[in-house]
């Protein structure tokens, strides 16, 4: 991507809704207003049994915000199935009782304004959408488009795309910082979500958030919006680092990095990235403006590699250089859980903070569940230490490399049930094991859980897994993978903004 346009206005935050009456509408606008919209899109054609007289004079007399009336027929995705020429009076009707903005269709938009030039006193503006059904066109074709909405007239246009690789969405970005006049452009579907987000950075008139408590597909809610994710800062210098992954939804990165950066007023935002080809996606995405990424990523995709994450032969941080463009990967996962896992057991042993220069993991047995990235971060974590090995995985070969590795020894996963480990034992579990929606399971027999001095489960959510509970039942030193997760993530902020942050 190349440089971004200039940054025209704030970007407003619009709600939709869709009650199915004219009352839930009413609720719904109000609660809008109190969660942080500037203003709400109405859908008219969710309405059941809509009388244009009587509602939208309900509807419009009630408004707190600012409304914009949308009555899409099923011909461009909607739900109005009746008579256009009633569904277009309905549009006047509502431009007439004091709708801020209408949005009228493109196939329709001459009909529809050359009516409404002959209301020279209307203060309601006019956007003249469309919805792009199918595969995304080239940048060439999204212009056209764009050049056609513009020839209407209108007083803002809006494009919506429903991408099928978040690769699309530069083509968004590109429109919305190239062209002049107030345009809406985004993706729906949940790979369209970064196109929301990050909309205030490429000028767009408007980002959509939703209901609390009201999903939709793709989009931020309100709260996150003006919470997590602070759009109301974000600017054309704003620089965008994200969580790559498949699925995304489950992150908690967004509420951890975004605040962080207003605390220490830099321009950075975090979001969610759902990504199917990494090779592409860093290709696609190269400006210095993408500058991190966290990533559970085989090292192959990055340039460089700092000398810890190439002898674990993984890396969870990616950053481009500014001066090249280069992507190097680090490793945070390592220090962060051999850390939690020794504070856990100086704190244990001398309560009142006495200082110890020895690591308390040098020679003990450390019982390893997983040999993935995780898995490895922490046996080159331990074994830097002075510990002991032992490692099961699911994947024998994996478990092996990564024994040999660390001079570890290796055991068959379905023996780990069996597995009676030393008096004073640490066991890491850095498997999904006891991962929501599977809470229920553990790694090891439960009777074995006594002899283990620590247990420190990878899982943060639920943050007290079954595992955890039942160590700390047994008598052992339980620590939960969110003290691991947030130790990474300040490693990784640090990375992030080039900076020795520590947060107590």
Known sequence: MGDVGVLKKKTMICTPLMGQSVEQMVSEMKKAKMEGADLVEMRLDYINDFHPQRDLQIILRNKPLPVMIVYRPKWEGGQYDGDEHSRLEALHLAEELGADYIDIELKVASIFMGKQKMDQHSTCKTIVSCYVDGMTPPIEGLSCCVAHLQSTGADLIKLVINATNITEITKIFHLLSHYQMPLIAYSIGDRGFMSQVLCPKFGGFLVYGSLEGSPVSGLPTLESLRQ????????????????????????????????????????????????????????????????????????????ELHPLAQSIGAVNTIIRKPTDGKLVGYNTDCEAAVTAIEDALRESRYPNGEASLTSPLTGKQFVLVGAGGAGRALAFGARSRGARLVIFDIDFDRAKSLADAVSGEVKHYEDVVNFQPEKGAILANATPLGMHPNTDRIPVAEETLSDYQLVFDSVYTPRKTRLLKEAEAAGAIIVSGVEMFLRQAIGQFNLFTGGEVVFA
């Open 228 to 303: 997590a994710y602070q759009v109301q800062y974000i600017n054309e210098d704003t620089k965008v680092f994200g969580l790559i992954s498949k699925p995304v939804g489950h992150s908690k990165g967004p509420v951890l990095h975004n605040p962080a950066f207003r605390h220490l007023n830099y321009n950075g935002i975090y979001v969610p990235m759902l990504v199917d080809d990494l090779k592409e996606f860093f290709s696609i995405y190269s400006s210095p403006d993408f500058a991190g990424f966290s990533k559970e990523a085989v090292t192959g995709f990055c340039d």
